[in-house]
């Protein structure tokens, strides 16, 4: 079966919103280097590696069904917050905004039948859901610091040491 173009433009757009996202946590890196959060500054930046890497993935898986590739211009990303809490709430909004973009291109896989297409998604699937956990905890925890700068620098040194809670995968 070829490689049906309106799921080869909707992974085409997919790629574009994965290297959006990296784009948007690299603003979110400098923006706590700027308030001397280098923990945090390290975890949005490593974060904007892994959206890089989601990009690379849907962009070889293409090339694999002899599709073909177009890159799209990236939006300026948000790059003032008002806190951290801000930042890390903008920042888990956004990525419910990509667990959908996901769930739109499933299902579009289901009425064109592209079962192959499908089956690479579901690593997108349990990515978000794992995604999504992590980040909010990371708000939960800095909810509970109440805006305090001390109790932040002790969370910023967690996340330093690479102590996110997260669930092992
Ligand atoms: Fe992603
Ligand atoms: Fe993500």
Redesign the pocket.
């Known amino acids: 079966m070829s490689f049906d173009s309106k799921i080869e433009a909707a992974l085409n757009a997919q790629i574009n ?2 290297l959006n ?2 784009y948007t946590y690299l603003a979110m890196a400098a923006y706590f280097e700027s308030e001397d959060l280098p923990g945090f500054a390290a975890w949005f930046r490593g974060h904007a590696a ?2 890089n ?3 690379m993935k849907i962009f070889d898986f293409i090339y694999k069904r002899d599709g073909n590739v177009e890159l799209n211009g990236i939006e300026k990303p948000k790059a003032k917050y008002g806190s951290a809490k801000d930042a890390v709430a903008y920042a888990l909004a956004h ?1 419910k905004i ?1 667990t959908g973009q996901i769930h739109e291109i499933f299902s579009m896989c289901n009425s064109q039948k592209d079962f192959g297409t499908q089956n690479m998604l579901h690593w ?1 699937l349990e ?2 859901v794992e ?1 999504e956990d992590l980040f909010r905890r990371i708000l939960a925890q800095v909810e509970a610091t109440g805006g305090n700068k001390w109790y932040l620098t002790q969370l910023d040194n967690q996340l330093e040491r690479g102590d996110t809670g997260e669930t092992a995968k």
Do not use: G, T
């Open positions: 919103n994965e996202a990296s892994e959206e890497d989601h990009a990525e990509v997108f990515e978000q995604e």
